[in-house]
């Protein structure tokens, strides 16, 4: 789970966005009212809870509450109307569309960020400077063979290799687990676990036989007591760094992740919802900055502008192929950047 804490100190101090407004300008703004209720990705709350403080200096009298139940959570009270926005650290699933699609919840998909989950060891471990996929799941899986640094290495120290995570209630696990263990794996059950991020620095910084990871952000934050290594990319063979470049790209993978708001349709018809979320898409980068996210591409931010702005509502990550017995959902496997585009649509009416 994502440190909420501390990015959201740098957000709820007066802020640029925030602009002085004519006399007229202000009694619009005193004017609007009405409330924006958001629940879902702990991940994505610091994006959010950023925008909404923001908002709220400008538009007093609109009341956006901002709820952390993690991405599933947040899609189950969504899929049937229960919220206007839906905060996700992944695309939708088929189940969850079909949900949507049952309920006639129809929706607006846009990505407001990029995160990169960062494998952190201790700065005085000098033997790790890359690690495949594989060595992740022999150190972090229940039947993994790697106990000892010298599991994966025998040049490397005999010494226990000290587990740390998120819990497992963090979209930040969820997403890891699906990378490592997939559907059937399970994690081994001696990891330190912790939902505050703080814990987890302080435990690799103090062993130097520990790992741990958490998303970019919170790595980029505490480059001055932890380091990162590495991951080979699967498909390239290249080990590469977590770095807001490589995430962008994709050439940090398998574990970089777009992070998403999905909008409900009807929710915009109200004036204060759609301010609210032409307000948040407008300066989302900056949001993103602030609590120590990476920026969408230039091309994927003025793709959600244009989605929100037409009203393209459904998602690029679910294709639907008809059978005899009804759609069977399955997930489009492209990045961000090919994904997301009006063509691959598909929507839920």
């Known amino acids: 789970m994502k440190n909420i804490l501390q990015p959201l100190a740098m957000v709820l101090a007066p802020t640029a966005l925030v602009l002085a407004l004519t006399p007229a300008a202000s009694a619009q703004a005193e004017a609007l009212r009405g409330k924006v209720v958001v629940d879902g990705s702990s991940t994505v709350y610091p994006i959010t809870e950023a925008a909404a403080a923001a908002f709220r200096k400008e538009f007093p009298n609109v009341n956006v509450t901002v709820a952390v139940s993690g991405t599933g959570g947040g899609f189950k009270r969504f899929a049937i109307g229960e919220t206007d926005i839906s905060d996700a650290s992944r695309p939708i699933k088929g189940k ?78 969820d997403y890891f687990k699906e990378v490592v263990a997939g559907k059937t794996g399970s994690f081994r059950p001696d990891m330190s676990v912790s939902e505050d991020d703080n814990v987890l620095v302080t435990g690799v910084s103090g062993d130097k036989y520990a790992i741990g990871y958490f998303g970019a952000s919170y790595y980029f934050e505490n480059k001055d007591k932890i380091r990162a290594a590495a991951i080979v990319n699967p498909k390239t063979g290249k080990a590469v760094m977590p770095t807001p470049e490589n995430v962008i790209s994709g050439a940090y993978a398998p574990l970089s992740r777009p992070l998403f708001i999905y909008v409900n349709e009807k929710s915009l018809r109200r004036p204060a919802m759609r301010k609210f979320v032409e307000f948040y898409m407008e300066n989302a980068g900056t949001f993103a900055k602030k609590v120590q996210y990476v920026p969408m591409s230039p091309k994927v931010a003025e793709t959600a502008k244009s989605f929100l702005k037409k009203r393209r509502t459904g998602t690029v990550f679910v294709m639907a192929e008809m059978h005899e017995g009804g759609p069977v959902y399955s997930k489009r496997e492209q990045p961000l950047d090919k994904a997301y585009q009006e063509a691959n649509l598909l929507d839920t009416k």
């Open 96 to 173: 969850e569309f079909k949900k949507c699609a049952e309920n006639g919840v129809s929706f607006i998909e846009l990505p407001v960020a990029l995160d990169g989950l960062s494998i952190v060891l201790n700065p005085n471990n000098d033997w790790v400077k890359q690690l495949t996929v594989d060595q992740l799941k022999a150190i972090y899986l229940e039947d993994g063979k790697a106990r000892k640094w010298s599991d994966l290495n025998p040049e490397w120290p005999n010494e226990t290799i000290k587990v740390y995570s998120p819990g497992t209630d963090s979209g930040t696990f």
